[in-house]
């Protein structure tokens, strides 16, 4: 017995194929309506970064540390200078991490930080990278103790002796400390705390 299909089945199945594929349609009012949305939870992080900013470049004016404020980041060159192939951080640093963290803690407790080490021109690319790693960490783990910041908010990455990043080109020993450093990246503020920001 042979089995016939007839043209009515064969235009129902189109039809019910082509409003399947409509089902995903958005509507131009509710397409408008999300991207004002995300618009405006935009425009709200970039005020409360560059109000995260102007805090950080009030508190730290006595400080000589620089403060670039990117979309949507800030970033603090730099914050703790270290001793040739050493990852103690120095009690002269101790000061302006104090004011970092109590700015952040403060007023915007949700922010996410990225802590970033570098090591000097010396010594192979693991080695840097590690010794960099253990910079970044002992002042992640200064900021989390010392200075109440989350763990959870607070992350640390390693750029060793990369060329892009050194302040001195190829330098390494006596009057290289530019090179070894750690810069704090605020990536996020987050939501302010209701008694500030």
């Not at 089945?9 to 349609?25: E, P, W």
């Not at 992080?45 to 470049?57: C, K």
């Not at 914050?79 to 990852?87: E, G, I, M, Y």
């Not at 990246?185 to 302010?192: H, S």
Request: net charge neutral; proline share 3%; hydrophobic share 40%.
């Amino acid at each position: 017995m042979r089995c016939h299909r007839h043209p009515f089945v064969i235009s129902s199945c189109l039809l019910m194929g082509a409003l399947a594929g409509c089902h995903g349609y958005v509507k131009k009012a509710d397409f408008d309506s999300t991207i004002a949305e995300l618009r405006a939870t935009d425009q709200k992080q970039q005020q409360e970064i560059d109000n995260l900013g102007e805090q950080m470049r009030q508190r730290f004016a006595d400080y000589d540390v620089k403060i670039a404020q990117m979309k949507g980041r800030i970033r603090v060159d730099t914050a703790a200078h270290f001793a040739f192939n050493d990852a103690t951080l120095r009690n002269e640093d101790k000061p302006l991490l104090d004011d970092f963290a109590k700015v952040v803690s403060g007023h915007f407790p949700e922010a996410v930080i990225t802590v970033e080490g570098f090591a000097d021109a010396a010594g192979s690319k693991a080695f840097n990278l590690r010794l960099a790693r253990e910079r970044a960490q002992t002042v992640r783990d200064y900021l989390i103790s010392t200075g109440g910041l989350s763990g959870e908010k607070v992350r640390v990455v390693s750029y060793g002796e990369a060329r892009n990043r050194q302040v001195l080109q190829d330098k390494w020993g006596d009057g290289a400390e530019p090179n070894r450093r750690v810069s704090l990246v605020v990536d996020d503020a987050g939501v302010p705390s209701a008694s500030g920001g």
